[in-house]
């Protein structure tokens, strides 16, 4: 079964500067995908980048990006230029099949981030 | 377009109390799931359906039943409510093998 897990329960960052959440996850498989999602207070589950394992280069969206490292099984987000409305849970998260094409998600733990003034 | 929509938002039960939560999307999604959020934990899989009539259980499905006897619509029911199902539940629907799953804005239950 796969298995996704987040070291940092918490994370702190100055606004504007740049933060790194971790994120490492455990499969047999070779075709999947990964995730970041947001969860605000508002408890909106909300994408934020995604990656696809068979797909060498990094995603970025904006000032989101990841590093992709297949072979160690690691997969964190950095966030560039922090702003005050990146606080929030960080949820890594492993996409597999279950049957007929429905997926599951495999979560981590989550990390809150929290941006200061 | 609604997207996801999930009903109620918050909802206080009794142990041994029943209910019923409704996901509704209008986007046409094949695929529906059923999550569980605990503080500290990330979403579990409860139950899903491939499609209208269809459903499965996911990771976590003992103590819950569902129904999608309408495309746009997942039921998830607690017959006899316990206070280790106080969580925050979320639905989620999905196109396709390749789509992305868009989530409901969750519902807040405490079962006391």
């Known amino acids: 079964a796969q298995t996704v897990t987040q070291s940092q329960p918490e994370m702190s960052v100055q606004e504007a500067e740049t933060v790194t959440l971790s994120c490492t996850y455990d499969?047999?498989?070779?075709?999947?995908?990964l995730f970041w999602y947001k969860q605000p207070p508002s408890r909106q589950m909300i994408l934020v980048i995604r990656q696809e394992a068979y797909k060498q280069q990094n995603a970025t969206e904006n000032r989101f990006s990841v590093n992709f490292q297949k072979a160690a099984k690691s997969f964190s987000l950095k966030i560039s230029d922090s702003q005050l409305g990146d606080a929030a849970m960080y949820f890594c998260?492993?996409?597999?099949?279950?049957?007929?094409?429905?997926?599951?998600?495999?979560f981590g733990q989550g990390t809150r981030l929290t941006i200061n003034p | 377009n609604a997207g996801v929509t999930q009903t109620p938002k918050f909802r206080v039960l009794k142990t041994g109390q029943s209910m019923t939560l409704l996901c509704a999307q209008d986007m046409n999604h094949e695929y529906m799931y059923w999550y569980r959020q605990d503080p500290g934990m990330g979403l579990r899989l409860i139950h899903y359906?491939?499609?209208?009539?269809?459903?499965a259980k996911g990771e976590v499905p003992d103590g819950y039943n569902v129904s999608r006897l309408k495309k746009q619509n997942f039921l998830l029911g607690l017959e006899s409510a316990a206070p280790s199902q106080t969580s925050v539940y979320f639905c989620?629907?999905?196109?396709?093998?390749?789509?992305?799953?868009?989530f409901g804005p969750g519902t807040r239950l405490t079962v006391t």
């Open positions: 499969t047999s498989e070779s075709d999947y995908y």
């Open positions: 359906s491939v499609g209208e009539g269809t459903t």
């Open positions: 989620a629907s999905s196109y396709g093998e390749k789509g992305e799953q868009y």
């Open positions: 998260a492993y996409r597999s099949y279950i049957i007929q094409g429905a997926q599951k998600l495999v």
